[in-house]
């Protein structure tokens, strides 16, 4: 016998609740914005008490006011969306087999980074798991995880496109190591991981470019060289083109030929 399709939770990119029968805006339209983050503190939580949740969620009132709001919270949750939290003691829960995008992006993290050897294990994840932690929300708590899952993904990413590469999928390595690029621009880890595949794809001149762009964006945005890490990438590249071309090196780091 079939399951039922279970209730799914979007976070990234702004907060969603789809639940089975219902219009796919309907049920986070009929939510207030209490509501809303008390399904968010639980997909982020493991198994909150009714105290810690009240406390985290209402912090600046009465415990007892806290609580009160919790209740009206619950009620409120339980009209629109019957059965997606379970109540254990003074523990709370989502119900077994909700779905959560935060989730699933942990779970592709967590085997991208540590993969078991199969293909799918260094996939390019859905384009549904590279948006923000729920932009315009400035909760503590969101801010922490918001962070953390920004770091977790660009880790995955940069771990994806290493794995891609080695085996010879160059175009997907790119695809991931410049979506770490977009998501942080400045770093060099990321850049790192594009001139690495354009290198294994034997684009030397690509690399070199890829370089090349990055050390002019980090000079201009925070008047530092490149690492020697990185630039031990492409030093070999770089003598070769200065003995074919005839060019020096000019102060500030750019290439010019020789004056004549």
Request: neutral net charge; contains cysteine.
């Amino acid at each position: 016998m079939d399951r039922p399709p279970a209730a799914r939770i979007t976070l990234l990119d702004g907060f969603r609740l789809d639940v089975p029968g219902r219009h796919r805006r309907s049920a986070a339209d009929e939510l207030p914005r209490g509501v809303q983050r008390l399904v968010a503190h639980l997909c982020l939580s493991h198994r909150p008490t009714r105290t810690a949740t009240a406390g985290q969620l209402w912090p600046d009132v009465p415990e007892d006011h806290a609580h009160g709001s919790l209740r009206s919270a619950l009620w409120r949750l339980n009209k629109a969306a019957p059965g997606l939290i379970e109540v254990s003691g003074s523990a709370l829960r989502l119900a077994g087999g909700v779905r959560v995008d935060v989730w699933e992006l942990d779970d592709w993290a967590q085997r991208a980074i540590n993969p078991t050897g199969g293909a799918d294990d260094v996939a390019v994840p859905d384009t549904a798991l590279l948006g923000d932690l729920l932009p315009g929300w400035y909760d503590d708590w969101v801010l922490l995880e918001r962070e953390r899952l920004r770091q977790l993904r660009m880790q995955a990413l940069e771990a994806v496109a290493a794995g891609l590469a080695f085996r010879g999928r160059h175009c997907e390595a790119l695809e991931a190591a410049y979506a770490a690029v977009r998501a942080d621009p400045l770093r060099e880890s990321a850049h790192r991981t594009v001139v690495r595949v354009h290198l294994a794809q034997g684009n030397l001149a690509e690399a070199l470019r890829a370089y090349e762009f990055f050390r002019a964006m980090v000079e201009d945005e925070l008047g530092v060289p490149p690492t020697e890490q990185m630039t031990r990438l492409v030093q070999d590249i770089a003598r070769l083109r200065r003995s074919l071309c005839g060019e020096r090196r000019a102060p500030g780091g750019a290439w010019s030929r020789p004056e004549r």
